[in-house]
């Protein structure tokens, strides 16, 4: 049974929310621990429900390092398969991240990319926008930031408690679903090459990330692994993507072989598949960030794939 660690710092609706799921059977999992960073009301919740919970304080160590390690000692411990931030007021350390990348979700009161930080609903509903709603992400380096999983909207009414009242009800479902979601896990992993392997980058250097080679080594499933410039070897010249064709710097024009190795790709895997891609942020081909061949022939190709690059995770 999948392993759930909750992190909050205040009242604890969610992490409530969280356990009534479980307990009627809504998600398969359990949870083992609760981690605060103060005395907060959900600690309560967790000794009603027979939760082990820990209080991990950044004032009661010495340094930073300290009190990170103390996180990894605890979350050690419990070997989550999923963190679950609930109204946790804190930056998860990066440190933390390398160990459990895309591993760890936060829900945000408002429709990312709006409104990130603190207040959400509140500055939403001043704004009189006529919606806001509930994100939940997977958790990165900036602030309310990550991959997003599952979104909804709230209309903004004029009442700013029965607004505030309505965007918690959304997320006490929404959270449920996007756990849920998350277990289930994708059917297969796509990932560009140069981030796992060396020897694929035009000049033959590594651009290795431990992220994604630590989401690969743990997925259970099938990882694809492509580039779409493999066939013309290492050293080979660089190239951009201008005017939906990629070029090398020296000119030639390679759009059509490449395109023709992304189909024959793609063709290979089920267009009906839940699907994660981990692409090369800035490529002509792959390329998430300036959309390149690759990504744009994912998102066209499949319905159900989340596309990531390897700096957003
Ligand atoms: C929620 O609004 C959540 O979206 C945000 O913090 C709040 C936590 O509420 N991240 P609770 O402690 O779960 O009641």
Sequence with gaps: MKNLVVFASGRGSNFNAIINAINEGK???????????????????????????????????????????????????????????????????????????????????????????????????????????????????????????????????????????????????IYIDAINKVLKSF????????????????????KISKRVKKIINDFEGKVYKFCPEAFLGVPRKPMDYINNRIISIDGVDFTDEIKNNIEAFIGKIDPCSNILAILKENSPSCGVKKIGLFTKSIKEKFKNVLIVSEREI
Excluded at 54 to 64: A, E, L, M, R
Excluded at 79 to 99: C, E, H, T, V
Excluded at 191 to 205: A, K, P, T
């Design 187 to 206: 059917d297969f992993v796509i990932v560009s090459n140069c981030l796992i392997e060396d020897g694929y980058r035009y000049n033959n250097e590594s």
């Design 27 to 173: 998600i398969n999992a359990k949870i083992s621990a609760l981690i605060t960073d103060k005395i907060c009301p959900a600690i309560q919740i967790s000794k009603e429900n027979n939760v082990d919970y820990k209080i991990v304080k950044p004032k009661d160590f010495q340094d930073k390092d300290s009190y990170i390690n103390e996180l990894i000692k605890n979350l050690d411990v419990y070997k989550p398969d999923l963190i679950i931030l609930a109204g946790y007021m804190r930056i998860i350390p990066s440190q933390i991240l390398d160990i459990y990348p895309m591993k760890i979700i936060n829900i945000h009161p408002s429709l990312l990319p709006s409104y990130p930080g603190m207040d959400s609903i509140k500055r939403a509903w001043e704004d009189r926008a006529t919606y806001s709603g509930v994100t939940v992400h997977y958790v990165n380096d900036g602030i309310d930031q990550g991959p997003i999983i599952i979104q909804e909207k709230v209309k903004i009414c004029d009442d700013l408690g029965k607004f505030e009242e309505a965007i918690h009800k959304v997320e006490h479902n």
